[in-house]
Every structure is written in structure tokens, then in C-alpha cells.
């Protein structure tokens, strides 16, 4: 056979989407040996070839290779700027070759650059992972990745098949009482949520007040009220969540200075909530809850507001019309913690009016936490 140069395949094209593996043999293009290069430009989209699904596998792989790469240190090792493989390999003690299998994947999945023969930088999506990132995404990573919270996805199809929460079929609790008896995954958990409070939507969009008393229900640690009393300095807070929870809060508090104007209350907003704040915040907490149980919390919130009280809920609200990947994946990761996927803003309305509460405005931001303005009904 004389040789032509390389025959060229673009993948997807000359295999039906049943099977888009390239053909070999008689009858077709190529002959087994070719070497097949992609050609950019004439690219089908991903869902009529296997890009999609090549895709998917290929995080599931990935994601353990950014949990390596951040347990390794070297993020935090190029967060001063570039450096040779071997200084690298050097400064975190270990072998080069060996680094290099999770620094490779790093630089396609887009987190590191190679700016010249083995000089590694980070990417700007990489620098979202530095420990000083205001983000918090690295200890959101770190929630995702880590032991019980990874490992009850497992459950999922079961979840799927008999209705009960993966992290319960996992563990065997359910996440918050499963939280008050495990001190170091509490820490993980807690720690990816004070990073990554959305304060800055709540300051720029809500229209938050200056003066008077808000109650942060389900709040933590406190970071986001914190944030907001250093933002508004004649506003009071309280801090209401679970005892154990809020037993926590005080160093927080204190190292952001806002200990003296805020009072922390322990208890549970199934039973009641500190009554007669101006305005009651719950930022990510109703997302955690089924149907029933959001509407016995929302029934014990209007109990607690007086008639010129505002309850501002933020949280993620997928739009059906503008389907988003980010959401959908963070729908599925509610439904395995808390066994409740996201709502859209119209089924909150359908909650509130049964609660004797109304939706006054959405402010929507999209991919983020949007925020719910609510009222009570009149
Ligand atoms: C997903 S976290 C959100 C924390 C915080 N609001 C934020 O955005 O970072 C949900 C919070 O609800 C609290 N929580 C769970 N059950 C509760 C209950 N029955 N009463 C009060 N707070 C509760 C948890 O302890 C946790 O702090």
C-alpha cells in the first residue's frame, strides 16, 4: 500500500452517533494505523458525538486529580508566581515524574498553564483555589471531595428508587445530626460555608437596612451576618441556628468585631424563631428541606415577623426555561445531602401562599445564590 499521509477523521462525522467510534476496515476512510486528528472548526456538537459522555467521565476522573493536586500543595506552592517542575517537585518533596501525573491533567482541565517546557503557573480558575481566594470555593471543593459527603452519591440510584435521602443511606443519619456528633466533618462543612456565604448580592441587591435588628436563621458560624454588621455598623443581629452550632460562633464574632451587636440564640426553627426582627435572613437553609418541612419553618418565621418585617431567602433557583449545568449539579447535590432538590422561584410561591406569606421581588443572579423578598400575606 503506498503511502498517502495520515488520512484524517472528523470524529463524529463519519460515525453515525449510535457509534462514534472511528470506522476501520473495508469499506471505510480509514484503515486501522491511521492517525486521527481532530479538526477544529468543523466540530459537531458535543451531543451528536461522544464528546459529551467523554466529557463526564473524564471529570469524574479529574476531580480526584484537583483534590491530589491541592492535598499535594501545589496550589499554594505557584500561588507567588511560575515555577520549574523540578523546584516544584523540590519544594513539595516529592518525585517529578510522579507529580507530573497530577500536574498534566491540571493544565487540560484548566487550572494550571504551562508557560514553557515544564514551567507551571496557575490559571486565573486556579487561583480560585488558593487558601486566600475570597471565593471559598477550595473548601467548598474540599466539602465535596471529603470522605462521608463524596461517598453518598454512591447511593444515589437507591435514593432515586425509594425516596430517602443518599447521606442517610450512607451514614445512617441524617447531615445535621449526623454534624453534631462528627467534630470533623462539622469543621469541613461549616468552614465551606463561612467561606463562601453570598453576602456580596445581599449588601449590593437586598436593600438591607441600616438600623434596627436582623436575625440570621440557620446562620452558622455567623459569617454572613458578620459581614453584613461590619457592612451596616448601627444594625443589631441575631444569630439563631442549633446549640451546638451557635456554641461555635463566638470566636468568629469576635475576630470580626461584631460580638457586642450580636446576640446568638440556639434552638431549632421547627419548634420557634426569635420573634420581631426588621428583617429575618436565611441564606442556603431552605434548599435543605423537603416540601413539608419548608412549610412548617416558613409558618414559624411569619409567626415570629411583625407587619413591616422582610424574610430574605438566598439560594440557587434554576430557571426551566434557561437550563443551567452548574444548577442542575447543585439541585442533585441537595438532593443527596438533604434528600431536596432546588426549587424554582415559582414553586416558593406556591410554599408561601400556603404559609400566609408572599413573594414581594426576585433578584436573580444567575449561576449564583439569587434572592427571594418576602412578606407576609395580608
Ligand atoms: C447549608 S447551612 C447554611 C449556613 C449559612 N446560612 C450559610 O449560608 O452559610 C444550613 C444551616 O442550617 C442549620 N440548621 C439545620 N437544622 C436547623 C434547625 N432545625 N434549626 C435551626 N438551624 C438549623 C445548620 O446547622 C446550618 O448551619
Known amino acids: 500500500m503506498t503511502d498517502t499521509g ?24 480509514l484503515e486501522r494505523g491511521d492517525v486521527v486528528v481532530e479538526l477544529r472548526g468543523t466540530e459537531v456538537p458535543p451531543e451528536e458525538d461522544d464528546t459529551a459522555l467523554t466529557g463526564i467521565v473524564s471529570s469524574a476522573m479529574l476531580m ?12 499554594d506552592a505557584l500561588a507567588d508566581g511560575p515555577l520549574p517542575l523540578t523546584d516544584l517537585a523540590r519544594r513539595l518533596q516529592v518525585e517529578e515524574d510522579r507529580l507530573l501525573i497530577v500536574v498534566r491533567p491540571a493544565t487540560v482541565a484548566g ?19 488558593r487558601a486566600d481566594d475570597p471565593s471559598g470555593l477550595r473548601d467548598l ?24 435521602t443518599a447521606f442517610e443511606l450512607h451514614t445512617g443519619r441524617e447531615l445535621f445530626g449526623y454534624l453534631g456528633d462528627n467534630r470533623e466533618e462539622a469543621t469541613i462543612f461549616h468552614r465551606a460555608m463561612n467561606a463562601s456565604a453570598p453576602v456580596p448580592a445581599l449588601l449590593e441587591r437586598a436593600d438591607l437596612p441600616h438600623q434596627g435588628t436582623v436575625a440570621d436563621l440557620g446562620g452558622g458560624e455567623g459569617a454572613a451576618l458578620a459581614t453584613i454588621l461590619r457592612a451596616r455598623p448601627h444594625l443589631e443581629g441575631i444569630l439563631f441556628d442549633l ?13 470580626e ?14 419548634d420557634r424563631v426569635p420573634p420581631g426582627a426588621d428583617v429575618y435572613l436565611m441564606t442556603r437553609v431552605m434548599q435543605n428541606w423537603s416540601d413539608a418541612d419548608a412549610l412548617r419553618i416558613l409558618r414559624n418565621v411569619r409567626e415570629a415577623m411583625h407587619d413591616t418585617s422582610r424574610l430574605l431567602i438566598t439560594g440557587h433557583l434554576p430557571e ?26 415559582e414553586r416558593y410561591e406556591e410554599l408561601f401562599h400556603r404559609a400566609g406569606l408572599t413573594l414581594r421581588a426576585v433578584h436573580r443572579v444567575p449561576e449564583g445564590e439569587s434572592i427571594m423578598d418576602v412578606r407576609r400575606a395580608p
Not at 446549640?243 to 470566636?251: D, K, L, M, S, W
Not at 468585631?257 to 421547627?270: E, K
Open 6 to 29: 495520515p488520512k484524517v477523521s472528523t470524529r463524529g462525522r463519519s460515525a453515525p452517533p449510535t457509534d462514534p467510534r472511528p470506522r476501520t476496515g473495508p469499506g471505510t476512510d
Open 64 to 75: 480526584h486529580a484537583v483534590s491530589a493536586l491541592v492535598g499535594l500543595g501545589v496550589i
Open 111 to 129: 487550572l494550571l498553564r504551562e508557560n514553557g517546557p515544564d514551567l507551571f503557573t496557575l490559571s486565573p480558575s486556579g487561583e480560585r483555589l
Open 141 to 164: 471543593f474540599h466539602m465535596c471531595t471529603y470522605g462521608d459527603f463524596l461517598q453518598a452519591w454512591t447511593h444515589l440510584e437507591e435514593a432515586i428508587r425509594t425516596g430517602r
Open 243 to 255: 446549640p451546638e452550632v451557635v456554641e461555635g460562633a463566638a470566636p468568629l464574632l469576635r475576630a
Open 257 to 270: 468585631g461584631v460580638d457586642r451587636r450580636c446576640t446568638t440564640v440556639g434552638g431549632s426553627f421547627f
Open 320 to 345: 426551566r426555561e434557561r437550563p443551567s449545568r452548574y444548577l442542575e449539579a447543585m439541585s442533585l447535590s441537595m438532593f443527596v445531602l438533604y434528600g431536596a432538590p432546588l426549587r424554582t422561584s
